[in-house]
């Protein structure tokens, strides 16, 4: 009891219960609070919140209903009351329908003491239900201003039987920090699903290129290059050597349907399976014909993949080519550049039509001729006008370049880098070149003469006639030639002091594209190192000899032997 100014007695103990109540409300707005900060799964965040702001507001029922990012209808996630579970299965809402779709369309919050008498109010749950709704406080859930869905807390159990003005603020404190709790647990649910792809991507790229050649062929006479760059992280993009028997080499190209995953794991499976085949059906033709058979009772989805599948004798020299709708290979040899295949000839995309048989085509491949295979990643690429690369400006770049393969590879690819620029490529692009550079191999030749200067001629025939199988121009020849008669020449004539009994043995080899001449004799020490190269003009009788052979020559070596003859090695990279 206490007493007032004016001495009267007072009660304060409904002071006393108003103040208890308002720790209670706070000490539950502190235990939401807590839940929110402490919960990322969205389904026990929302159960768990609704328990409590239903004790704490000692409420009938609450409803959490959100909005359906598809339909933008509101649903009911969180139910809880005597109708709770029924309310759920049978009844959404549209934005504008019923108060809480006002408050979701106007984003303003509501006290109602009484529903039925609330213009915006739809009876239709509560006949559905047997349920009666009185007072009702419903406030949107916003985030970043734009509204996610409402609460509704349905029916106060104690007198004075509706919901109090400081009711209405708290329940809008906690619609705030659970929208927040809300677009939080989401977020959380997104970077978890990111990882979970990024994983899966990381995954599906390694399994990829597992089946992938980890290593070019190796085959006299052949040269091979490749270039894969997926426009993602995995592509639809693959290609692949198979070693057969009798000399023969496998190579397919080919661009399943569709990027990502699904095509890496398509494009895997193939692989596996033509490895198999390969073996069974070596024969092009027949080859596409049986895994066309094989696609088309496996693919599902629409999936296919447009094939190129060589088959390359090595001894022969020979191509047998099917095509199941790919680009056709460009051909480049001394003759000029060409499209390899007739469009004719080419069949469908495995995996689209059920019966039909391939036909391949027969070609014989010329001495230092090149075959480019590629994907329409090379061909399609656009720049900033939406223009292609397009066909004719990839034969304009193999014809402008020699037939190495490595080299094509860097200079069309730098090509269509430039064309490009900025443009963020939408298609992955393969490029497989191989040449074929079929030099015969000059075998060793050697020759021992008189130190005579008529025997001088043997040694011009002998070097010309090596030189002739070469691809040496005729005017590098015949410095060569003049080169080596001048070091015999000055060995008669400095070494043996003109005794022409004595003997010059010389050996002659090419290899790799490299001239190697071995001259060795018995007369005197002559070092031709010893003279340095001057200007012709300064040059005094007698010394001429020694400055072509160091201005011909790439490398020249003088030293001696065991058994203390001379030896000079001269060296020249054959370039035609």
Avoid: W
């Amino acid at each position: 009891m206490t007493i007032d100014k004016k001495n009267m007695i007072t009660d304060d103990s409904s002071d006393l219960q108003a103040c208890i109540t308002r720790v209670e409300r706070l000490s539950n707005c502190i235990k939401i609070s807590n839940l929110i900060n402490s919960e990322l799964s969205i389904g026990k965040l929302l159960s768990k919140l609704m328990e409590t702001t239903k004790k704490t507001l000692v409420a009938d029922a609450v409803s959490m209903l959100l909005i359906d990012d598809k339909t933008k209808d509101l649903t009911f996630h969180i139910s809880i009351g005597e109708a709770g579970e029924e309310i759920k299965e049978i009844y959404n809402l549209k934005k504008g329908q019923g108060i809480a779709g006002f408050v979701a369309e106007t984003g303003l919050p509501l006290n109602i003491e009484d529903a039925y008498h609330h213009s915006k109010f739809a009876p239709e749950i509560d006949r559905k239900t047997n349920y009666h709704t009185k007072a009702m406080l419903c406030v949107p859930l916003k985030i970043r201003g734009e509204v996610i869905g409402v609460i509704e807390v349905i029916n106060k159990m104690i007198k004075p039987f509706f919901f109090s003005a400081e009711e209405l603020e708290m329940l809008i404190t906690i619609s705030s920090s659970a929208a927040v709790a809300i677009d939080t647990a989401k977020m959380h649910q997104i970077i978890l699903k990111r990882k979970t792809l990024e994983r899966d991507v990381k995954l599906a790229k390694e399994v990829q290129s597992s089946f992938l050649p980890q290593e070019l062929p190796l085959i006299e006479n052949y040269k091979f290059a490749v270039l894969n760059q997926p426009a993602l992280e995995i592509g639809g993009d693959f290609y692949n050597f198979f070693k057969l028997p009798a000399n023969k080499l496998g190579i397919v190209l080919g661009d399943v349907s569709g990027k990502g995953i699904s095509a890496s794991l398509f494009m895997a499976r193939l692989t596996s399976d033509l490895q198999y085949y390969t073996l069974l059906y070596p024969d092009p033709k027949e080859l596409l014909t049986q895994m066309n058979k094989v696609l088309c009772e496996r693919t599902k989805r629409g999936m296919f993949v447009t094939l190129l599948y060589i088959l390359l004798d090595t001894k022969e020299n020979r191509l047998r080519i099917a095509n199941a709708g790919h680009i056709s290979p460009i051909y480049s040899s001394n003759e000029g550049t060409r499209l390899l295949c007739d469009d004719d000839k080419k069949g469908p995309p495995l995996g689209i039509i059920h019966e039909i048989e391939y036909v391949q085509e027969i070609f014989e491949l010329g001495d230092d001729s090149c075959v480019t295979i590629f994907t329409d990643g090379i061909i399609e690429a656009k720049n900033y006008n939406s223009e292609l690369f397009g066909i004719k400006r990839l034969l304009r770049e193999i014809e402008n370049n020699p037939n190495d393969p490595d080299l094509m590879i860097k200079k069309i690819t730098s090509k269509i880098d430039n064309f490009t620029l900025t443009q963020d490529r939408s298609d992955d692009l393969t490029l497989l070149v191989f040449s074929l550079n079929n030099e015969k191999k000059i075998k060793p030749v050697c020759l021992s003469i008189k130190s005579h200067p008529e025997n001088l001629r043997q040694i011009r025939n002998l070097i010309n006639k090596t030189l002739l199988k070469t691809k040496l121009s005729k005017q590098n020849s015949q410095n060569i030639i003049l080169a080596v008669v001048e070091a015999c020449s000055n060995i008669i004539k400095h070494g043996y002091k003109n005794d022409y009994n004595q003997k010059i043995d010389l050996t002659v080899n090419v290899e790799a594209n490299i001239l190697t001449i071995s001259i060795i004799d018995k007369g005197l020490k002559f070092d031709i190192n010893s003279f340095e190269p001057r200007d012709v003009s300064k040059v005094k009788p007698g010394g001429l000899g020694v400055h072509i052979i160091k201005q011909v020559m790439d490398t020249v070596e003088y030293t001696q032997t065991s058994q203390g003859f001379n030896k000079i090695k001269m060296v020249k990279k054959l370039l035609s």
